[in-house]
DNA sequence: TTCCATTGAATGGGTGATCCATTTAATAAT
DNA sequence: ATTATTAAATGGATCACCCATTCAATGGAA
């Protein structure tokens, strides 16, 4: 029974609603007007405000990564908004990679590490929508490798080269046993982690953005021609050899002949090849 | 009376209830086990299963920008779910920048041209999480910029020198008129002409990201002690005289060396400047 | 005592009905 | 022809529920 009698909202913290967000409301009510009153982009709604409020607390610090934030009936009762409301807010802030919504007794919102990965997600969106185009993003991959290239060549470690190397031998593997799809597989993380031994995360987050969609080309390729880059193994023990060396030239010159090795590869056929069936092509779940 | 009346949704649309993801439910139903059976990171919920299909209709291009998704109450009942999941959904989206939601008749959900600026949103709140550091920010920013000149004095056109050309003088206007913040103001539109006049908009895009947060320090610096770049306009004209020649190494190298002063300057009284400060600063809105 | 099954409360996930606010087109009045 | 009114469509928001999951507390069995 206590389930009904929870007294959270019954008509008094309702006291919000009556003063609401005018906003739009009389502006233009005197006689002299304006000529061109940009009308706001959109009216500011509540789930708006209440996602800014969160982000503000994150900005300031006193809320981090691991806190929980208050249940939601709680948290909307605070708000003086409808549980409905605070939860259009709260999947906002999920989708964002901000919060994570957890079930259960112990359950709640809790703020989250950042999710490098949001990034390319803004990356799928803005091809998605034209603002961007296949050509560009490759461009920029390019000139972003060589900036990763040299800066790795600098900042790598040990651990870096280690695992770079442990990832060539992967590759030589899937090759001697024709698993191309999983060669594919095993080239994104070759860039992921090209793109750590640079040894800074933004540079890393950005290099992540431009190579996901790019493997994603690749693979629909790899997967639908059968055809696949000849002597990768060979060049990646070239390339990490010149890394190893530290000697950035070398280095940033074999990367570059090899992204227009796979340029060229991908653009064979370039009927086969489209925007939707890339992104189309290895959802989340990516059933073979 | 008649608003009462509308027979919209009046009890028979509610078939596709009962039949409701069963998803979690009877997965370890059978008795033999695998011995780590790992569980999901999270439950399936509708409404991301609703973000994907509609992110799914972008990509393939049934979606495209312009376009009119249905009204939510007829959308609601096609995909089987309640009018809040759905809204749930919708709001995400629209954070995400793919949809603008608009009231009234002829109102709905609209797919919107890609909003670039959503690629700075993902770097504040990893700025905000603690992912990633001021000094990565910087060290990337700076990187990044260098690439940029580059790429513009290789690509920038007419139109590109004259929109700089605008710009720093009003920023030499600012000077005289020792209008500091409005000056940081016109910086930031500055480096926001540069990145188009490379050319490329995913590089463009990326140094929007990692050039606004620190816009907005340089802002709070201003703001608080009143001391400034010195002799900017004539930085400016000389580094816009070297695009002008398409003088690479030249412009590089005075990009190079304010964007060192700047950071030396940034860098005095560092008790003054904090993470905070910057973020909690210049809010949407940015009242004086 | 120890261990395991049961229970129940906390919490997010989801629904359906209802009302409000805004916007626009159609209609009526001037 | 112009202006005011009305009505419908649609998003914005609320309320009152109910379900599913999780986990700690409880209690009985070995």
Redo the contacts with the bound molecule.
């Keep these: 029974m206590?389930?009904?009698s929870s007294p959270?909202?019954?008509?008094s913290?309702?006291t919000?609603?009556p003063k609401?967000?005018?906003?739009?409301?009389d502006h233009r009510a005197a006689g002299s007007h304006a000529p061109l009153s940009f009308?706001p982009i959109?009216?500011?709604?509540?789930?708006e405000e209440i996602c800014e409020r969160i982000r503000e607390q994150l900005a300031l610090g006193v809320l981090k990564p691991g806190d929980?934030?208050?249940?939601?009936?709680?948290l909307?009762q605070q708000l003086?908004?409808?549980?409905?409301?605070?939860?259009?807010a709260?999947?906002s802030l999920?989708m964002a990679g901000v919060l994570r919504?957890?079930?259960?007794?112990?359950?709640?919102?809790f703020v989250q590490q950042g999710d490098t990965s949001r990034m390319n997600v803004v990356m799928r969106d803005m091809l998605s929508l034209g603002t961007i185009s296949i050509r560009e993003l490759s461009e920029a991959r390019v000139h972003v490798l060589d900036l990763v290239v040299r800066l790795a060549c600098v900042n790598a470690r040990q651990s870096d080269f280690e695992a770079l190397q442990a990832n060539v031998e992967r590759t030589e593997l899937f090759t001697r046993e024709g698993r191309l799809l999983e060669r594919v597989e095993c080239a994104r993380e070759f860039y992921k982690l090209l793109a750590v031994a640079c040894g800074n995360k933004v540079i890393a987050m950005i290099t992540d953005a431009v190579t996901e969609i790019h493997m994603r080309f690749v693979y629909a390729k790899v997967a639908s021609s059968g055809v696949a880059m000849a002597r990768l193994g060979e060049r990646r023990r070239q390339f990490l050899a010149a890394l190893r060396e530290r000697n950035t030239t070398a280095a940033a010159r074999l990367m570059r002949s090899h992204l227009a090795a796979v340029q060229k590869m991908l653009e064979q056929d370039p009927g086969a090849m489209s925007l939707q069936v890339a992104l189309a092509e290895m959802k989340p779940g990516m059933r073979r």
């Design positions: 206590s389930t009904k959270q909202a019954p008509a913290p309702r919000a609603s609401r967000r005018s906003r739009t409301s009308r959109h009216t500011r709604r509540a789930f929980k934030l208050p249940p939601e009936r709680d909307a003086g908004v409808s549980r409905n409301v605070l939860r259009e709260l999947r999920e919504l957890q079930k259960g007794v112990k359950g709640g919102a």
